[in-house]
């Protein structure tokens, strides 16, 4: 299971009713944090889940809505007695600019991990497989997927069958062979596993339709409402409501949820139909919106 909450849905700056866009993800005992701008510490506290064990944030680019609120949160994991590592992936140019953040943040009790991502690099956390492609905008900049497998069903009674002691099972379950009898002996087929998009600050484009595809949720920037303003998405390398819904149909995910909406638009909700229009499973985002992702149930 993956659990989401949108912990700010706004771009450029913050607002007194809107933090900046910031995502965050639930996995076992992890937490995952996709951008980290001004305020962002503020509103994790008000969310609740904790800072505390966040163990990697994904930042999309280094404009200062998306990562200047960096040093609090490091500092704030410091003061809650964090010893464990913590891994910081991004763009290129990322090292500069967390390096020049941490002038203020100078000394602290774990080592922080910095790694510029190339398109389709990956990163592992666990089980948990982050991969990204390039986004379409005025500075380098990465869009992400991240997938949970799920393991295949062990067959307990074709490991009875061949005779496989209980105490043994654990290891064939981790892929391991005993007694000369292989895990495809005694597993089902395989199953489908989470999958979640992380999509702002961009153009649509192949390449983020491609690596989106079929995602159970897509998280993704709808920075203007309405489809007169689209020009100005084209300019300033955003996405409209509309746009982000056909970017959601043509990769075939399950459902959109909508972040990174302008200062200007005030009521996200009036511009729903122009989204809901292209594709009907649309959720305007609001602050500390949460749900939860569960494998799917098996035929």
């Known amino acids: 299971m993956l659990d989401v909450a949108l912990v700010g849905t706004g771009g450029t700056f913050p607002l007194p009713n809107r933090w900046l866009s910031s995502v965050l993800i639930r996995y076992g005992s992890h937490l995952v944090?996709?951008?980290?701008?001004?305020?962002?510490?503020?509103?994790?506290?008000?969310?609740?889940?904790?800072?505390?064990?966040?163990?990697?944030?994904?930042?999309?680019?280094?404009?200062?809505?998306?990562?200047?609120?960096?040093?609090?949160?490091?500092?704030?994991?410091?003061?809650?007695e964090r010893i464990e590592p913590l891994q910081i992936v991004g763009p290129p140019g990322l090292a500069s600019v967390v390096n020049g953040l941490r002038v203020v943040a100078p000394r602290l009790p774990f080592e922080v991990g910095l790694r510029e991502l190339s398109p389709n690099d990956t990163v592992e956390l666990d089980e948990l497989r982050v991969t990204c492609v390039t986004a379409d905008h005025h500075v380098p900049c990465l869009a992400y997927r991240l997938d949970l497998p799920r393991a295949a069903r062990f067959l307990p009674e074709r490991a009875r069958a061949l005779r496989i002691p209980q105490h043994d099972w654990g290891q064939l379950q981790r892929g391991e062979t005993v007694n000369g009898v292989t895990p495809a002996e005694v597993l089902g087929p395989s199953r489908r596993g989470l999958a979640i998009g992380l999509v702002t600050d961009t153009r649509p484009s192949d390449a983020i339709a491609e690596l989106i595809s079929g995602v159970d949720l897509l998280v993704c920037e709808a920075t203007f409402g309405s489809d007169e303003d689209q020009p100005r998405a084209v300019e300033r390398k955003h996405m409209t409501f509309r746009e982000a819904a056909l970017l959601a149909k043509r990769a075939g995910a399950k459902r959109l949820l909508l972040t990174h909406f302008s200062p200007a638009v005030v009521d996200p909700e009036d511009y729903i139909q122009n989204a809901r229009e292209v594709f009907e499973q649309t959720t305007v985002g609001r602050d500390h919106l949460t749900m939860s992702l569960r494998f799917p149930p098996e035929s």
């Open 33 to 80: 944090l996709f951008d980290c701008g001004e305020g962002t510490q503020i509103s994790l506290r008000a969310l609740g889940w904790g800072i505390r064990h966040i163990d990697l944030i994904l930042i999309s680019h280094v404009h200062g809505d998306h990562i200047t609120g960096l040093a609090g949160l490091l500092l704030t994991q410091a003061n809650s």
